[in-house]
Nanobody
Framework: QVQLVESGGGLVQAGGSLRLACVAS????????MGWFRQAPGKEREFVAA????????SESDSAKGRFTISRDNAKSTVYLQMDNLKPEDTAVYYC??????????????????WGQGTQVTVSP
């Protein structure tokens, strides 16, 4: 089973930026599509962004478009989420996830095979 470890969360003021990273414990990272999800207190886990195995195809939620960018470095077994112009409503625990599913980036959390432990992002007004 692939292990994922997220980092980069923290406290930031509205309008600020954070860059999340997720490192995978596998030498075959390029075989997996990856995604970022988030979960706020009392809410369901929701899709943020996803990227295919090569990094050439990405998908973002409506709330993330224009502010968040997903990318990956297969040589480092790492996927990133650059978050700019953060808003208080972005406050949540952010999780990265991986799937062996081929094709387009996946937005459905049930299609992912393994998950990280999450990293807290808090955006103050």
């Amino acid at each position: 089973q692939v292990q994922l470890v997220e980092s980069g969360g923290g406290l930031v003021q509205a309008g600020g930026s954070l860059r999340l990273a997720c490192v995978a414990s596998t030498s075959t990272f390029g075989n997996y599509a990856m995604g970022w999800f988030r979960q706020a207190p009392g809410k369901e886990r929701e899709f943020v962004a996803a990227i295919n195995w090569s990094g050439h195809i990405t998908s973002e939620s409506d709330s993330a478009k224009g502010r968040f960018t997903i990318s990956r470095d297969n040589a480092k077994s790492t996927v990133y989420l650059q978050m700019d112009n953060l808003k208080p409503e972005d406050t949540a625990v952010y999780y990265c996830a991986g799937t062996a599913s081929l094709g387009s980036p996946r937005q459905n959390r049930h299609e992912y095979d393994f998950w990280g432990q999450g990293t807290q992002v808090t955006v103050s007004p």
